[in-house]
């Protein structure tokens, strides 16, 4: 038996294959005969894309390797990243919004900014004097409110706290004099330096830092209680009106309070002070243990307003 028998494994010879019979150019009658058009030689080859997307069989990677990663063909990628994008700048818009309020709330005032580190001593000193002054103001009417709710000292009590408030009643209203620490505040200068307006000015600082009685005297000793209703007009020819009083310069008010905290409110920044030296005027503040405020003011008689019964 030849090798070619054995390779069968018929023991008879190989048959060999036979070929299709007809003239050349006729298409192979076979049904399942391949296209001519494919096996021609002139036929254009196929993209390799079409080779790379077709998947390599499992049985051509080694035995026991990971499956090769392959490329997901969708575009979720580049939507992905949109989004990220868009949340990033909505976080980073949120963020300078947020920086931007909190400097805008943090932001200091301009006046104190520039304020001398004395400066600002003194008025945190003179706060905590007034809040000092409030807290024993509270504890007192505190008192007052227990003492009149004791029972037998009552009518005593209500006697004395009448009294008391009619005696603070007359200093705020000027119908009686007073007495105490305080500031004497001349005001040196001409025109512009020593209006109506320097003085009004100088007035409210000093109620605002807790002035409880004050007058103010010209030159020739006139004196004027000056009160809530106290008014100020520049006089024809130089000089103050005040309430209806003509005045000449140079002007001292009186005023009775704390020194160091009406001194601090006279001097601040761009204050009184500063607004007549700016004027070419002065203004000399002296402090005083003792200050006698003695210039009454006229009571007012009431016509139509009555106390609520």
Do not use: C
Not at 2 to 25: C, L, N, V
Not at 198 to 214: T, Y
């Amino acid at each position: 038996m030849s090798d070619e028998h054995r390779e069968t494994g018929t023991g008879w010879p190989a048959a060999e294959p036979k070929r299709p019979k007809g003239p050349a150019g006729e298409p192979d009658p076979r049904p399942d005969a391949p296209d001519p058009d494919e096996l021609s030689p002139l036929a254009p080859d196929e993209p390799a894309e079409r080779e790379a997307d077709v998947p390599a069989s499992p049985e051509a990677e080694p035995e026991g390797s990971a499956p090769a990663a392959r490329p997901v063909a969708d575009g979720s990628g580049k939507r992905r990243l949109t989004s990220a994008g868009a949340m990033i700048v909505v976080l980073l818009a949120l963020l300078g919004f947020t920086l931007v309020v909190q400097l805008k709330t943090t932001s200091t005032d301009p006046t104190l900014a520039a304020t001398r580190e004395e400066d600002l001593v003194r008025i945190s000193s003179d706060l905590d004097s007034r809040e000092r002054r409030l807290r024993q103001d509270i504890e007192a009417l505190e008192e007052s409110q227990r003492q009149l709710r004791s029972g037998e000292q009552g009518r005593q009590a209500a006697l004395e706290e009448a009294t008391r408030r009619a005696d603070e009643l007359g200093i705020l209203a000027g119908t009686l004099p007073a007495v105490g620490p305080g500031l004497s505040v001349q005001f040196v200068g001409s025109g512009k330096a020593i209006s109506s307006t320097r003085i009004l000015d100088a007035v409210e600082e000093l109620r605002g830092a807790g002035a409880e009685a004050m007058q103010i005297s010209g030159s020739d000793g006139t004196a004027v209680r000056i009160i809530a209703s106290t008014y100020f007009v520049d006089a024809d020819g130089g000089g103050l009106v005040v309430d209806g009083r003509r005045l000449s310069g140079p002007y001292t008010i009186l005023v009775i309070g704390d020194p160091a905290t009406m001194r601090t409110a006279l001097n601040i920044p761009g204050g009184v002070v500063a607004s007549v030296n700016d004027a070419a005027g002065t203004v000399n503040v002296e402090e005083r243990a003792t200050v006698e405020v003695s210039q009454l003011h006229a009571p007012i008689k009431l016509e139509h307003a009555r106390p609520v019964s």
